[in-house]
C-alpha cells in the first residue's frame, strides 16, 4: 500500500486550493482587482505603521500645507503629516470591519441554518426575530446606542455594527438550507443515520460557503460605511487617525473645507474610503461570477 507523505499531502491541498479557488479568482477581473486593492490595504494596516511612523506633534506654522514629496497627503489643520495618519488609521478601519462581517456573519449563518434545516417551531421563532431586526431602522439604532454606551475598544464598537447586519443574510441561508434539504445527497445521509452535525458541517456548509464568503467581503464594506458615518458625526471618536474622525475633524471642527489650502484634508481619507470600499464591490462581485456558474466568464 502506498504511502502519502505530510508533505505530499500539504502540496496536494495547496495544489487544490490553487486550482479550485486562486486560479479562478485570478482569471476574473474585476475579482483580481479587488483582491489585490484589498491586500494593499492590509499591508498598508499591518506593514505600513512600522515603515512610516505616525509623529501628533502639532506645528502649526505648517498647517494645511498642499502634497509634496515631505508630505506625500499634505498636512492637517495642525501641520501634522496626513499620510502618516491616513495609514496608521487603516490598521482601526479593517479592524472594524472584519471584526463586524465575523460577528454577523457568524450569528447569520447560525440562525440561518438552524433555521432552515430544524423548520417547526425554531423556524417560526427565529425568523420572527429575524424580521424585527429587519425592519428596525440601522443607522439611527447604531447612533443611540454607540452613543449610550460610550465605547471605547474596536471589538465592542464592532459588535454594535454587527448586530444590525445579519438579518438579511440569515434570510438568505436559511432559503438555501431549506433547497439543499432536498436533494438526495442529504436525503442519503439522513438515511445512513450520518447525524445531523455531519449533515450541517459536511453536506451542507460546503455548498453554501462560497455564498457565506461573498457575502462576507460585502458585509466588511458595509461595516466600513457605517464604522465611518458613526465616527464622522462624532458619536464614537475611538482614534483620532481614523478615517471618519479624519473627516469629522476636517468638515466640522476645522472647517478645511472652507480653506482654500485645507480641501486635500478632507479629500483624503474620502478617497481612500471610496478605493477601500471600490476593492470591496470588485472582490464580492468578482468572487460571486467566479462561484456561480450561471455568471462564469473564464475558461
Not at 34 to 47: C, D, N, S, V
Not at 98 to 123: E, H, K, N, Q
Not at 218 to 238: E, H, K, N, Y
Not at 257 to 276: D, E, T
Amino acid at each position: 500500500m502506498e504511502t502519502v507523505s505530510v508533505e505530499e499531502g500539504f502540496r496536494g491541498r495547496l495544489s487544490s486550493l490553487y486550482y479550485n479557488i486562486l486560479k479562478p479568482i485570478l482569471a476574473n477581473k474585476r475579482a483580481t482587482v479587488g483582491l489585490f486593492i484589498l491586500l494593499g490595504f492590509i499591508l498598508m494596516a499591518t506593514i505600513g505603521p512600522i515603515l512610516v511612523p505616525l509623529d501628533l506633534t502639532m506645528r502649526w506654522s505648517e498647517r494645511f500645507k498642499p502634497p509634496s514629496l515631505e508630505h506625500p497627503l499634505g498636512t492637517d489643520y495642525a501641520g501634522r503629516d496626513i499620510f502618516q495618519q491616513i495609514v496608521h488609521g487603516s490598521r482601526d478601519v479593517l479592524t472594524i470591519a472584519f471584526l463586524a462581517a465575523s460577528f454577523a456573519t457568524a450569528i447569520a449563518v447560525t440562525i440561518g441554518t438552524l433555521s432552515g434545516y430544524l423548520g417547526g417551531i425554531v423556524d417560526y421563532v427565529l425568523m420572527g426575530v429575524t424580521d424585527i431586526f429587519l425592519t428596525i431602522p440601522q443607522l439611527p439604532v447604531m447612533l443611540m446606542i454607540a452613543a449610550t454606551i460610550k465605547v471605547s475598544d474596536p471589538v465592542s464598537f464592532s459588535a454594535i455594527i454587527a448586530i444590525w447586519m445579519w438579518a438579511g443574510l440569515a434570510r438568505a441561508i436559511r432559503a438555501e438550507i431549506i433547497s439543499l434539504r432536498q436533494k438526495d445527497f442529504i436525503e442519503a445521509a439522513k438515511v445512513l443515520d450520518l447525524g445531523t452535525g455531519h449533515i450541517v458541517f459536511k453536506e451542507l456548509m460546503p455548498n453554501i460557503l462560497p455564498y457565506i464568503v461573498i457575502n462576507f467581503v460585502t458585509m466588511m464594506r458595509v461595516a466600513i460605511t457605517a464604522s465611518v458615518g458613526i465616527m464622522f458625526l462624532g458619536v464614537a471618536p475611538l482614534s483620532a487617525t481614523h478615517w471618519g474622525v479624519m473627516l469629522n475633524m476636517a468638515m466640522f471642527a476645522y472647517g478645511a473645507i472652507y480653506v482654500p489650502n485645507g480641501i486635500h484634508y478632507a479629500l483624503a481619507p474620502l478617497l481612500f474610503i471610496v478605493l477601500l470600499e471600490y476593492g470591496a464591490v470588485n472582490l464580492a462581485h468578482g468572487l460571486d461570477e467566479v462561484f456561480n456558474p450561471r455568471l462564469r466568464r473564464y475558461e
